[in-house]
């Protein structure tokens, strides 16, 4: 499986494109959907993927759905979320009412989504935001912002749980470390050199 990233401007947040044969996958539909469209190769747009419903992860949810009718996969621990603009953030950071369409599909912990032949694990993560998700490949786990390159996600927002994250790290830790870290914010980098140099992974905090 391959995985491309499309940085977007701004709120630096990152949006991925999960390729298989020839289905793909829109992980956090931040980016514009031109940039999107440009990577895609004629694979056909199956699943966008949501690893937790923030403001600066959803930022083109609404063009993104009109544009592939793809169906939109959340965790069933964060499906409120899109409804409710105190949990995505929209009314903090800019007094918005944005509220989107529910998902068709409500995810769990150990679901398994199938893409071109290949299939993607999701493993639930909570902390971040209740229903925050990590997306497993065989070669990649895309991470959201439960865990950064060098970092951790916040959990002082809404539903945030600093001792659940901590929980879900653990849960990180035990993933083969040949494996690359594709986080929600900022660049990758293998999970081998997350558990050596991340202070939150690596016992320093």
């Not at 977007?8 to 931040?30: C, F, Q, R």
């Not at 949501?50 to 992860?57: A, R, S, Y």
């Not at 659940?164 to 293998?190: C, M």
Request: proline fraction near 6%.
């Amino acid at each position: 499986m391959e995985i491309k990233r499309i940085p977007t401007k701004g709120m630096a947040a990152n949006s991925y494109l999960l390729v298989s044969g020839n289905e793909a996958a829109i992980v956090d539909p931040s980016a514009p959907v031109r940039e999107v469209e440009k990577l895609l190769g004629g694979a056909h747009v199956r699943y966008i993927l949501l690893t937790h419903c923030h403001f600066d992860h959803v930022l083109t949810l609404d063009e993104t759905r009109r544009a592939f009718s793809a169906p939109l996969l959340v965790h069933e621990d964060e499906a409120d979320a899109l409804s409710d603009p105190k949990r995505s953030l929209f009314r903090t950071f800019f007094g918005m009412g944005k509220k989107f369409a529910p998902a068709e599909r409500l995810l769990k912990d150990g679901d398994g989504i199938p893409l071109g032949g290949e299939s993607v694990r999701v493993i639930s993560t909570p902390g971040h935001t209740p229903g925050s998700v990590c997306f497993l490949a065989d070669t990649f786990v895309v991470t959201g912002d439960t865990l950064f390159a060098d970092s951790i996600g916040r959990s002082d927002f809404p539903g945030g749980d600093r001792a659940a994250l901590f929980r879900s790290l653990e849960i990180l830790k035990k993933l083969d470390p040949s494996l690359t870290v594709y986080p929600g914010h900022e660049g990758s980098d293998t999970l081998e050199n997350v558990l050596k140099f991340n202070p939150y992974m690596n016992g320093e905090l």
